[in-house]
């Protein structure tokens, strides 16, 4: 272990990470506004919540305070470009929807919609919010799930055999899975 | 996309996720706790914050409160077994150093350590944290980071093509990165 990179911020040390497409409705627009997000994880089980941390500058956060809903869409690493044009504009200029031809799926308990590239996707009703630091992070309660066929086995867990997430390294690079690395180094180990 | 799977909680759909080997300062044993997290995401840059979500029940949540530290190390994909065991074990049983003969590299601004196996690890020093349902996020500045040699690019993104970053799937499984599907669809574009 060297002392190199030891200053604070040496190192996008918490990459890589799935990818979370944020969907909220723009009802100024008639339409459904979507942005990247990586700073997202699972926060309980019981009810299901998520938290989506979000610089209060963009238009995601404004739309989500205004809604208090937003939906996650989660794609394969073939839709890596797509997600980097959804990253390079911001709705407060245009309507990605219409700008980039997406396919919205219509959600079931929230106002706004999916994409429908997505291989699963949640539904979300925002139920706190907390500052940290200069970021909002968003906490969801998940309403509904929405997967596509054989994308999980019978236990809920990612067939990465079929399905080669998308994952952000940084830095606008991407990576995705290896299913021949796939391991289960003890069946009870849950970490 | 189809409606199967619609239920709340029916799928894993939030992994891969980095696994974060937490280290926590264990007092009575003179020792160190080290269980592994999954359930984590950065919070902020300025000043650098991060969160990690554990269950109050865990003795990692505990001997987190009482010292007000941790730490994070990530490891390789081939240290799979190795996380299991930690993570199969229970610091209010055993000390877990001992029983695994981890090699523990001491930290600079905590009291506790990291794993000797980490490709990197920082520091933290709790600054908040916030009840998410049946979890505590655990709110923690990052103080230090440490990397090996050539694990980052000047970039400060990870070096896939050297590191083969361990990602855990749910239900006691894990997989890897394929260096060969990194992908750059922009150099601007940040998600």
Not at 3 to 19: K, L
Not at 43 to 72: K, N, Q
Not at 99 to 128: D, I, K, N, P, Q
Not at 185 to 190: I, Q, W
Request: net charge negative; proline share 6%.
């Amino acid at each position: 272990m060297s002392s190199a990179g030891s200053e604070r911020e040496a190192a996008y040390f918490y990459y890589p990470r799935p990818v979370a497409v944020v969907g909220v409705v723009d009802p100024a627009r008639s339409s459904v506004n979507f942005a990247p997000a990586t700073w997202m994880t699972p926060l309980a089980t019981d009810p299901p919540l998520l938290g989506v941390c979000l610089s209060p500058a963009t238009y995601t956060h404004h739309l989500i305070l205004a809604s208090g809903e937003f939906t996650l869409s989660f794609l394969e690493h073939r839709h890596a470009g797509l997600v980097a044009r959804i990253g390079r504009l911001s709705g407060r200029d245009v309507d990605k929807v219409a700008a980039l031809s997406l396919e919205v799926r219509r959600a079931e308990t929230v106002e706004g919609g999916f994409l429908a590239e997505a291989y699963v996707a949640v539904e979300c009703s925002l139920v706190s919010r907390h500052q940290t630091g200069d970021q909002t992070l968003m906490v969801g309660e998940v309403q509904r799930v929405h997967a596509e066929e054989d994308v999980f086995d019978r236990g809920g867990v990612l067939r990465v055999d079929r399905i080669c997430p998308l994952l952000y390294l940084g830095g606008g690079r991407f990576v995705g899975t290896d299913h021949s690395l796939l391991v289960q180094p003890d069946p009870g180990s849950t970490p």
